[in-house]
């Protein structure tokens, strides 16, 4: 008997646990698990789909799986049985039972070998003789060379598979923004030539004090908060005839997933030094690649700061996610000849892009916003500094 099986015990369900307050069912993505698997406790059976993030069913208890009660695909809500365990644990080995064996019969005596003779050499081939003409000739070409073989011919497919609730919920999104906001970008280009020096020189003492990296990410987000200070509008969104200003900043983050788009916020951003900031994004960025980053971790959100730069893009226009009212969008480094002075210099420059709802905001608050980020990352002390 196999060492896996499980004594048999009583019933315990695996239900869908409750996956927040604006998320009311999912599909069903992936049951892990078959009848007879055993389950150990917190172990992941299934997994569900829902518009934001995946949420893992686990189980309660060890045992073993008896019953799969929801099929893959299936919309389930809070609550919904996925499988059966039977409690129990791990019944030990049954000894082995007698094992037959067999005597080998006596080797029987070895046939004598028999006489080998020797076969005179081959006569070596004389000299051959062609016939010119008719090697020449069209017939004997044809049956001297092998016919060629037909080329197959390679034809394209296609395949259709359906939406991933994620990517549906993402397509929505971005096409409500397109059809809500009057959107406009505006674009500007700063020299990261200071901050990349600051970040240099104090990477490793950061690193030995905080036990995180010092990336640029933080010098975005706070110039961006000093920035949404002087600017509140960029802060605020509209709502029906009402214009609503936000007295507190929380920075959502754009990170790319294997499954998609999520955009976990930081929040009470304009609170935290460079240390906090980029622990947060470094938590937030191991969830969300993970998978087990929540719906209160994306919840909110009063303005989004993406960062392209990170796949090599040079330039873009990137799209408000709703209800903010302006995003931010970062670059790669691109060392460019720049006039300084009265000298052409190669310096590490990167495009930034603002785009925002011009309903609310209007082109001299966009660009003069842009300007202020543009100016506390070329000088950042003037972020310590707050000025």
Sequence with gaps: ????????????????????????DGNLASVLKNVGDSVVVDEIVAQIETDKVTIDVRSSVAGRIEQILARQGDTVTPGTKVAIVAIGEPRAASPPGPTAFTTPS???PAAASPA???????????????????????????????????????????RRVPMTRLRKRVATRLKDSQNTFALLTTFNELDMGNLMELRSQHKDTFLEKH??????????VKAAVSALKQFPAVNAVID???????????????????????????RGVDGMNFAQIEKMINMLGKKANDGSIT?????????TISNGGVYGSLISTPIINPPQSAILGMHSIVKRPMVVGKDIIARPMMYVALTYDH???????AVLFLRAVK???????????DI
């Design 116 to 158: 080998v003779t020797v076969a005179p050499p081959p006569p070596k081939p004389g000299p051959v003789k062609v016939d010119a003409a008719a090697a020449a000739s069209p017939k004997a070409d044809d049956l001297s060379s092998p016919k060629r073989a037909a080329i197959p011919q390679l034809q394209g497919g296609e």
């Design 295 to 303: 719906i209160d971790d994306m919840a909110g959100g009063t303005f």
């Design 211 to 220: 036990g995180v990296k010092l990336g640029f990410m933080s010098g975005f």
């Design 106 to 108: 006596p080797r029987a």
């Design 240 to 266: 029906g005839d009402d214009i609503i200003y936000r007295d507190y900043i929380d920075i959502s983050i754009a990170v790319g997933t294997k499954k998609g788009l999520v955009v976990p916020v930081l």
């Design 359 to 365: 309903r609310l905001i209007d082109g001299r608050e």
């Design 375 to 385: 100016d506390n990352v070329e000088d950042p002390r003037r972020l310590l500094l």
């Design 1 to 24: 008997m196999s060492s896996n099986l499980l004594l048999s015990g009583a019933p315990n369900e695996i239900v869908v646990p409750f996956m927040g307050d604006s998320v009311p």
